[in-house]
Structure formats: C-alpha cells, structure tokens
C-alpha cells in the first residue's frame, strides 16, 4: 500500500484508510463482531495504517470494536477518533467543553486499550465554545502525551486558520467526492495554504457511486441514507446520470465504478487521504485496489468535462444536520 503524509505534518498513512462506522452504526445492523475483527485484521494485513473511529459510533461501540481488533497491530496502525456530542449522541447536540473534551479523550483510551490516540478530532464545531479554547484543551493533552495529533471534522476556513492558530491541526475530515465537490471552493485552498492534511468520509457517495444503488434499492429502517434528499428515490433517480458516466469509463480502462471515484480523489492533491467504509473483504479489496489506478491528465479531463454537464441533485443533508456543518 502507498503512503501519504498528511499536510506538513510528520504523520505517514496509507494512501487509503478504514472508516470503521458503519461495522457498529449507520447503515442498519452492526456486523457480528468476530466477522468485523476479521476485516479490520483484513485491512492491517492488506498495508491499511489509518483506522477512523468515533465515541459516537454506537456510541462507544466502534472504538471498543478497534480496541479489540487492532491490539496485536497498535504500534503499526494510526487510530483516529473525535469527541464533540454530549454522551457521545450526536441527537443530544455538540459539547465540546474542554472538561468534556478530556472525559472523551480518557474514556477512548480505555475503549481503544492504548496509551495514545494518534489523531483526535472534533467531531462537529460547538458554537457555544471558541474553537480557541478547544484547540488549547487538545494541546494540553498532546503535550501530556494522550494525543499525538488535533483534527478537525467538518470545519469551515475561518473556523480552520483559528484552531491552526492555537494549535496546529493535522488534519480536516469532511466529506469530499464526485458528487459533493464544496469542499474546492474555500476549504482546499486554505488546507493547502497551511499545511494540513484532508481525509475524506463518503468518498463514494455513501455507495451511491460504486453504481450498485439505485432508486429502487431499499435501505434498512436504522440506515441513516432513509434522512438525507439526496437518496430519496427520486434524488436517486436523477443522479443516476452521474452513476452511469462512471461506468462508463470504468468499463473503458477494466475498472469499477468505486475505483475509478476513488482514483480521482487521489489525483487531487497528494494530502488526501479517503476512507471509504465497507462490512465486505471483496469491496475492501476493490477500494484497496484503486490506490495503484492511475489517472493521466486525459482521464482526469474527460471526467471533469463530464462533470461539468452533470448537475447533481438533492440536499446533502436535511436542514437540521446541514445548520452543524462549515461553521
């Protein structure tokens, strides 16, 4: 597996990482727990170095999943997770109070059976606590040696250069793919500017790229897709375009969908890092394999040329959520 650093850090990480929610949480029923050990263990074997979890992820149940699963690799693997919703529910809103920031940070320790978390983010930005204060709080605990790296989740620019200003952040994870490019317009820029990384949730679309969705695909009652415009049928009917363009040109260079979608986020820039989640060792396999695709300057044309004239519809999130997010 290729590595990347991420931004001007000192912090090296397979080209393309594990998002572990949906093994505990999400997109319906958790995988049984030894099959989601198993392709945990999978993925350190296949040359995977960054595992991306959170409390609230179950809650809790994710980050004792990793602590379980990753013990025998702890010293070959980077372990993110974030803090930031009070109990660890992200229904009962953002608290990112820096007591509240050191009660996630040790109680993770636990859950994650190790001495470091090697990436902390805050999970969403708390208006009712300066990013200042909450930039600090996780200074304190990298220089006490429980945390190695500050990150931040969701974050917009403004929000971004104050944190960096207190402490420098690692990394951003925000969603970035085919169909949710926002990210081009003020975050990137400013990630590039000072030097930090960007780690991508949902770089398929939450699967709506890899071409196996459709209008008709039902979802499971505790699916979250049940809440978001984009994958109302509808939404999923009219993007269907995009889906189908992907194909297309996966078909004409022997790749999939997934491969091709993930291949152009790594030509973006060389501090990105995706995380793509998967319960299957066959769609881990695929991800994995895009990491060796590479795209020359005529496929990345015809794949923005096609993008151009493609418009994507549906809100990305309801209103609710979509108010928590580029503060």
């Known amino acids: 597996m290729k590595k990347r650093t991420l931004g001007r850090s000192n912090l090296e990480v397979s080209a393309i990482g594990l998002g572990c929610m949906e093994l505990s949480y ?13 392709l945990i263990r999978a993925a350190v074997e296949r040359g995977v170095t960054l595992f991306d979890t959170a409390e609230a992820y179950g809650p809790y149940l994710n980050e004792e999943l990793l602590g379980d699963a990753l013990a025998p690799y702890r010293d070959q693997v980077v372990i993110a997770t974030k803090f930031g919703f009070k109990q660890g529910d992200a229904r009962q809103g953002t608290d990112s109070r820096p007591e509240r920031i050191r009660e996630v940070a040790d109680a993770s320790l636990q859950r994650l059976k190790t001495d470091h978390i090697d990436l902390l983010y805050q999970h969403r930005v708390d208006p009712d ?13 990298i220089r006490e040696g429980k945390v ?37 317009e003020e975050v990137m820029p400013v990630l590039e500017e000072l030097g930090i990384g960007f780690v991508l949730f949902s770089p398929l679309g939450r699967g709506f ?3 196996k969705i459709d209008e008709n695909t039902p979802f499971d009652s505790a699916d979250f897709r049940n809440l978001l415009p984009r994958f109302s049928s509808e939404s999923r009917q009219a993007n269907q375009e995009l889906v189908d363009l992907l194909g297309r040109i996966a078909a004409a260079k022997s790749m999939t969908s997934a491969q091709i979608a993930l291949a152009w986020l790594l030509a973006q820039k060389p501090w990105i890092v995706p995380i793509p989640g998967t319960t299957k060792l066959p769609h881990l396999e695929e991800n994995l394999a895009s990491a060796d695709v590479e795209l020359t300057p005529d496929d990345l044309n015809e794949i923005e040329e096609a993008l151009a004239r ?9 209103e609710h959520l ?3 997010i580029g503060r």
């Open 148 to 184: 190695r790296h500050f990150g931040l989740s969701e974050a917009g620019a403004q929000t971004i250069r104050r944190a960096h200003g207190v402490q420098p952040v690692t990394a951003l994870q925000s969603e970035y793919s085919l169909w949710w490019r926002e990210p081009e």
């Open 322 to 324: 979509q108010r928590m």
């Open 129 to 141: 606590v300066p990013i200042e204060e909450v930039a600090g709080t996780v200074g304190d605990l």
């Open 310 to 318: 493609t418009e994507v519809h549906g809100a990305r999130y309801p």
């Open 209 to 211: 790229l890899t071409g």
């Open 26 to 38: 999400g997109y319906g029923p958790a995988t049984e727990t030894q099959e989601a050990v198993r």
